[in-house]
């Protein structure tokens, strides 16, 4: 299995960016599909979660109202979609399959993870 991030770069406060995470092999379907981000020095963090067949999502207090995830597995894409950035949401963007077709925050509930996308924001 293998994932690409792609869709960082570099915006002001405020902007907009789209994330997607391209997956190969059959692990996408009916798993639980994760987002997360990692800042330097600083620990990989949860930023969102989405079921198996993206019925329900979960997003870090951080981001809710601001970042929306959704999937379509026709395509085997996962996707974020970032509003209202702000210099603190600055970070590697990873996505990751998860374990179980459930929701999970934890960074150990996923097994495949993508290779990260750059997001910087400037103030």
């Known amino acids: 299995v293998q994932l690409q991030a792609s869709g960082g770069g570099l915006v002001q406060t405020g902007d907009s960016l789209r994330l997607s995470c391209a997956a190969s092999?059959?692990?996408?379907?009916?798993?639980?599909m994760g987002w997360f981000r990692q800042a330097p020095g600083k620990e990989r963090t949860f930023v969102a979660s989405i079921n198996w067949n993206g019925v329900s999502t979960s997003y870090a207090d951080s981001v809710k109202g601001r970042f929306t995830t959704s999937r379509n597995s026709a395509e085997k894409t996962l996707y974020l979609h970032l509003n209202s950035l702000k210099p603190e949401d600055a970070a590697v963007y990873y996505c990751a399959v998860g374990n179980s077709p459930l929701i999970a925050t934890s960074t150990r509930a996923y097994r495949y993870w993508g290779q990260g996308t750059q997001v910087t924001v400037s103030s």
């Open positions: 092999g059959s692990a996408f379907s009916g798993y639980a």
